[in-house]
């Protein structure tokens, strides 16, 4: 961890507590187990893959559960243990909707940490697969993080921030030596824990990035989640034909004459193969979602267009794909 990172998990330093979910669900069946144990009335084909999450507080488990949202898991921070058994049977309930649960435990809630075993010797007896990582750090990158947030470690309570690491250690113990991976984070930044998580969690089945095309009007304004924009305004306006200036750029007529305009072609294909550089590079930087927004002076007929053969272009080569069209309609 390099000196200017505040640490991939600083924002586990913080003493809030409270269960919040980070919806990353994948519409697929998931990895599914078939054993012989009672599963408690669970049907056995459906029951989710569970990962979970801890380790030291500012050694990145934020990042690690961030890593797993952005590759389909289920993410669940700050769950009390005793609901973890809850969650799994409420995932296979969904049928395939929820096949992966990666769950946050830490010692914000450290009052319900004690049922962290029985828990796990329930979810072993209902035959959930599963897996525990821990984060790891020195004292000295733990120490440091902290400085640079500004904030108390979790258990010091009137001592220092090495008295709240040292009582963590002690309280981790146990569950460091259980666990399926440990991760020492003392020398990482954020982008190479993402890498290390993406090694061990990313099957070949996840898509390499999800991209979302947006046509839009830049007299409504731009759009304020875009990633990469591009103007279409350098085309022929079809709103100045009249037999074209009713229909919308889904319309074939209407599409036919934008790709016929001089450029048209040649910039998709263009700036298709741009894309795939700077993908490359996102992927490359741990980001899995882009917004590319594609804009014309209305929002109705050019960026529309070209959005869906864009977006056309991106699903053709593995991009998971999802077209919207925020102005069309507005005139």
């Not at 009582?167 to 003392?186: C, F, K, M, P, Q």
């Not at 898509?207 to 924009?229: H, N, Q, W």
């Amino acid at each position: 961890m390099t000196e200017h990172e505040t640490g991939p998990g600083d924002r586990a330093a913080q003493q809030a507590g409270g269960a919040t979910a980070r919806a990353g669900v994948r519409q697929d069946n998931g990895a599914q187990v078939k054993t012989g144990k009672d599963n408690g009335g669970v049907p056995e084909a459906g029951i989710p893959e569970l990962v979970i999450i801890s380790g030291m507080s500012g050694a990145g488990r934020s990042t690690a559960a961030k890593c797993l949202e952005d590759l389909g898991w289920f993410v669940v921070d700050n769950l009390p243990p005793a609901l973890i058994p809850t969650m799994v049977e409420l995932g296979a309930r969904s049928q395939g909707n929820v096949a992966r649960i990666a769950v946050v435990v830490d010692v914000r809630g450290r009052r319900f940490f004690d049922n962290l075993r029985e828990s796990l010797a329930d979810l072993d007896a209902r035959g959930v697969t599963r897996r525990t990582v821990f984060l790891e750090s020195s004292d000295e990158a733990l120490v440091r993080r902290f400085e640079s947030v500004r904030r108390p470690h979790p258990l010091q309570g009137d001592g220092r921030i090495v008295d709240g690491i040292a009582a963590e250690r002690e309280l981790l113990r146990e569950l460091r030596g259980d666990a399926d991976l440990v991760i020492d984070t003392s020398g990482l930044n954020v982008h190479e824990l993402r890498a290390k998580m993406h090694a061990q969690f990313a099957g070949e089945e996840e898509p390499e990035l999800r991209a979302t095309v947006m046509s839009f009007g830049f007299k409504y304004g731009l759009p304020v989640d875009a990633d990469l924009v591009v103007d279409m305004r350098f085309l022929p306006n079809p709103h100045w034909i009249p037999e074209l200036r009713p229909y919308t750029g889904l319309n074939e007529e209407v599409a036919s004459y934008v790709f016929n305009q001089p450029g048209a072609k040649e910039f998709l294909d263009r700036y298709a193969e741009l894309l795939r550089l700077v993908a490359a590079g996102y992927r490359r930087e741990g980001k899995r979602y882009v917004t590319i927004a594609v804009g014309c002076t209305g929002g109705k007929h050019r960026s529309v267009a070209m959005s869906e053969k864009l977006a056309a272009r991106l699903a053709a080569e593995g991009v998971e794909t999802v077209v919207v069209h925020r102005d069309m309609g507005r005139e």
